[in-house]
């Protein structure tokens, strides 16, 4: 019983990943308004940055699966760009931190502004009951993601 559960969610994650993609990540996609331009990428780096004040490398890395090459050369143009910093960590000198610099967190903030946005167009289409049938939902998944 519990394998056929466990299989069914494997499907369901199957249809979430591509739905996600071509429904929601339009936000990565969408074109800046300010003088920075970030693709993707960029933009999903800056969001985790400064969600995880001071996160390592490898950490986000693994948030982004990202390969240590190419995110070495994504951190590199956002800090040419003037909108991440690297610090070193004062508990462990190995360790190196990454910050939104203040024209990062400007940056971050007119992101979070334009997803706001994107988001209340995407889901006005639905009525109250499935907003909250879907909010309850993504709460139950998050909760069982951050459990396993």
Request: aromatic share 6%; with cysteine.
């Amino acid at each position: 019983m519990k394998n056929e559960k466990i299989k069914a969610v494997e499907q369901l994650f199957r249809e979430l990943i591509p739905l996600y993609h071509k429904k929601l990540s339009i936000v990565f996609r969408e074109d800046d308004d300010g003088k920075i331009r970030c693709h993707k990428n960029q933009k999903r780096a800056i969001l985790l940055i400064a969600q995880e004040k001071g996160v390592i490398l490898s950490e986000l890395g693994r948030f982004l699966d990202m390969r240590k090459g190419s995110l070495t050369s994504l951190i590199d143009s956002l800090e040419a760009n003037g909108l991440v910093e690297r610090r070193n960590d004062k508990k462990d000198r190995r360790k190196t931190l990454l910050y939104l610099t203040p024209a990062g967190e400007e940056y971050y903030r007119q992101l979070l502004a334009q997803s706001s946005k994107t988001y209340r167009q995407l889901f006005s289409c639905l009525s109250d009951e499935e907003l909250d049938t879907f909010l309850q939902s993504l709460q139950v998944v998050v909760q069982g993601l951050r459990k396993i």
